[in-house]
């Protein structure tokens, strides 16, 4: 990186890089759950799975909604030195980070399938689905104020995750256009590219 430029990853692309794992593991370890009598019987561990699952999307979306919004209002325009990271370079490194964290999870919704079926699968689906919501308040925010917001790499955890947590001091932003995802974090459309 040239003359003092950082590299830059998008916020909203590391929010959203577990949504995907978290939720096909908790369907998959839920569908399991639906073959394993249980405990407790299918209908209490549906029951409270649902419960789960409507916690989860609700404390992970909402969780440090203040952080980001104090980091967002505070940051500054991004240099031309700085390096804008790839959508997939920022997904890559967040999965690898946390991939034995996500097997281990994935492995006691499982197990918690022979106590209370269901449940621990929707759990982890809830967790992936409170990712998806955030990454898409987070999209609203950066249209209605038409800049996208990335954070160094080397503020964030070694896992690639943490894009709020205590190491970052502050945000960059860019212009809606720049970098290859779309506000939220997803794939930009290729019909949108100019």
């Known amino acids: 990186m040239a003359r003092g430029g950082q590299g830059l990853v998008r916020v909203a692309v590391v929010v959203r890089a577990g949504a995907a794992p978290l939720w096909w593991a908790g369907v998959f370890a839920a569908a399991v759950g639906l073959l394993v009598p249980g405990i407790t019987g299918r209908r209490i561990g549906v029951m409270a799975g649902a419960a789960l699952f409507v916690v989860a999307a609700a404390v992970v979306s909402y969780g440090r909604r203040k952080r980001y919004t104090t980091l967002g209002r505070a940051a500054a325009r ?5 390096v804008l990271q790839d959508r997939a370079v920022g997904v890559r490194t967040w999965r690898r980070g946390h991939r034995w964290w996500l097997l281990l999870a994935w492995l006691a919704a499982l197990g918690c399938n022979f106590a209370v079926p269901v449940a621990g699968g929707l759990l982890l689906a809830g967790c ?3 990712l998806w919501l955030k990454a898409a308040w987070l999209g609203r925010h950066e249209r209605a104020e038409d800049a996208l917001l990335w954070v160094r790499v080397d503020w964030l955890a070694p896992n690639g995750g943490r894009p709020a947590g205590k190491a970052v001091k502050a945000y ?7 970098g290859d995802a779309a506000p939220g974090g997803a794939r930009r459309r290729t019909a949108a590219l100019v």
Do not use: C, L
Request: overall charge positive; proline content about 0%.
């Open 78 to 82: 991004a240099g031309k030195h700085d």
């Open 172 to 178: 960059r932003s860019t212009g809606i256009a720049a």
């Open 128 to 130: 992936g689905t409170g």
